[in-house]
Nanobody
């Protein structure tokens, strides 16, 4: 069974870049049976899909976040990472990494099968 664990700073200053890493165990991120995404949930709001990286390294992003978001991977460590630039307090949220079975990507958080526990990131000076 796939297990995911987020890590990164819990506090980021406005205008800086938020960086998180997801460590994956139980399977390889290069296995073409999974899609790997970042999803967040601001306080009092629903889940928001941010972007995905597929087994071949291709990436797709939410149109609303595309200009500020980058997802990359380190296959030697079986990790994938999120960078969100020019953050504001509106980027305060619990950030999750998640995996979806199947080769196709999805922007619907309900389609994801495995989730990390989530990490709280607060944007504040």
């Amino acid at each position: 069974q796939v297990q995911l664990q987020e890590s990164g700073p819990g506090l980021v200053k406005p205008s800086q870049t938020l960086s998180l890493t997801c460590s994956v165990s139980g399977d390889s991120i290069t296995n073409d049976y999974y899609a790997w995404s970042w999803i967040r949930q601001p306080p009092g709001k629903g889940l928001e899909w941010m972007g995905v990286i597929l087994h071949d390294g291709s990436t797709y992003y939410s149109p609303s976040l595309k200009s500020r978001t980058s997802i990359s991977r380190d296959t030697s460590k079986n990790q994938f990472s999120l960078q969100l630039s020019s953050v504001t307090p509106e980027d305060t949220a619990v950030y999750y990494c998640a995996a979806k079975r199947g080769i196709s990507a999805s922007d619907n958080p309900n389609n994801y099968d495995y989730w990390g526990q989530g990490t709280q990131v607060t944007v504040s000076s």
